[in-house]
């Protein structure tokens, strides 16, 4: 099965296109897990407990998600222990019946890009294959061959990627909203062509597009530009973006997206009284609930 | 002092712009690595031993050479056993005087971002300062917010930033070329205007540029475009690039300029009857006697 099939049935499955980034900050890390705070414990304790964290995070939302989305910055600050916890947490999603978006936004030219597709959708011989993503965030500015082995990652192994089309952040629009046609215009026409001969039986390509949530009106218009392109749209909660802007974004159906929250979902605001998997729990069903209200999904 | 006070204090002394990419192409790896090889070895020991290559390569070339640049893809195809041979090789090279540039072309949202930067350049209170880098490249698809923490790690730990420019592969013009003014000189002009005020009394900035060797007329009109800015030149050897190529790259003085071999001087074609040790080294007195050569340097 493509990814694009698999991940069609998660959601399906799941009943909500909620996706859980796991943006491990150490300091919004709850206290119990103590060697995280802890000033004399060993990087690799505390990369363990920040695992121990994540991975308890995954045992409370994982029968409401089809997917989560480690963010590879929170694992590097801890270096190779934090790597290791990478190795760690993947696998254990994928345990859990979770599929895996490495939140990565790689991007080199073709025999640099080809390492990156080997260290994190098809690996070596000697790698634990629970410990490979579903799918991976492509950065698109080096063009055609820089996507290319990536490509041929995603037919090798029935993976999936997700290409930076339109970005988040405040500063997104400094680049990517200039030209005619726009640079975003541009390589969301590109991700259409990469996504052609990636199409599953399900209708959709594995060749994803990470669009801003908090760009509701360029939402519509990139959806229609490419309408067989599943898209990832962060900014939903901690970023602004609320379950309105992304109505947009969504296929008959409600298919073909994900909607992603990490800190809303990781780090809610709440009573210290209240045990923090209750605040976590709550916060994914508020967020599941707000999505569905939309009757979009 | 600044990276650049230091990185232009470097050249002068080892009198060459030649800067030596770690790629470390597995089935390049000579053989007497011979765990690299082994299907056998563990995971941990194949990177082990190809960490032993990279340092021996760091003895060979680190009287010759002012700065290395280790590619972040080909340890991460190791999981997190290859990253930490990334830290060891960085530990070594920089203790054997050289200053390294990572090549890991991050590139995210702002409090990514800033963790990226942590990673790499700043560190926490655990992480050995011998395993951080002086400088990393950086993608710059998501604007001015993307690039903030990294100036405020450049300016926190001496340390520099070059910023993807115009790439040297042949993809790199489906995007970046397009525009008016093209999507190059958009990314050179906020260049020039990060930098502006990490500028070291050498006159040059710590916030460099990644300019493809292969494009030399493009290399002349971006040396205008950015004055102060150290550029980064990758493309030369392998990837086609020759010296008379980055001659436009050049300050007067043979200033402000790295021109980067990866394959060329790692894996150099040689007589099997002559040492890698040898055929290593001679591949870097030629590109070094190639640049200057051009009377540019």
Redesign the interface.
Known sequence: MTFSDRLDQAIAQKGSPALVGL?P??DRIPTEFAAVHD?G???AE?AASMGDFLCAVIDVISDRVAAVKP?S??F??????G??Q??RVVGHARDAGLLVIGDV?????????A??A???LTG????DPR?LCDAVTV?????????TPFLEACRESDTGIYI?VR??????????T???PT?TN??AD?VVAWGEELIGSCGLSSVGAVVGATHPTELKALRERMPRTPLLL?GYGA?GAGAEDVVAGFLPGGRGVLVNSSRGILYPARDPKTPWRDATSQALDQMRADLAATGAC
Chains 1, 2 share one sequence.
């Open positions: 943006d900050f150490l000033p414990a060993s990087r505390q963010q910055a929170f590097e600050v801890l270096g190779h222990d790597v290791a990478w190795e936004k790689r991007g080199d030219i073709g025999s640099t890009a390492a990156y080997t260290a994190f070596t011989p000697k790698t410990t950065n698109p500015l080096l063009g055609h061959d820089s996507i930076l970005t988040s952040n405040p500063g997104g629009e400094q680049f990517q200039k030209g005619n640079l541009q390589i590109a962060p970023q």
